[in-house]
């Protein structure tokens, strides 16, 4: 019996999952006066502000998009 438990010690660490979600970006754009559909001003505040999470949030990301 003791050499089918030879793995009950060892621990994983479960995946993270992190959602950033805006609510309301329509106002955002019509605040900002943001072009539609596109803003390349909001797209790449958005690009950096994912490159700064993956970079600095000391989780060790594999994966992130906007």
Same mark, same amino acid.
């Given at each position: 019996?003791?050499? %089918?438990?030879?793995? +009950?010690?060892? !621990? =994983? ?5 992190? %959602?950033?979600?805006? %609510?309301?970006? *329509? %106002?955002? +754009?019509? #605040?900002?006066? @943001? ?7 909001? *797209?790449?505040?958005?690009? =950096? !502000? #994912? ?7 000391? @989780?060790?990301?594999?994966? +992130?998009? =906007?």
């Amino acid at each position: 019996m003791e050499n %089918r438990e030879i793995f +009950a010690t060892i !621990t =994983t660490i479960p995946p993270v999952f992190v %959602r950033l979600d805006g %609510r309301g970006f *329509h %106002r955002l +754009a019509d #605040c900002l006066g @943001l072009e539609k559909p596109f803003d390349e001003f909001f *797209h790449k505040g958005m690009v =950096t !502000t #994912c490159t700064s999470l993956v970079a600095d949030s000391g @989780l060790n990301p594999d994966f +992130a998009y =906007t």
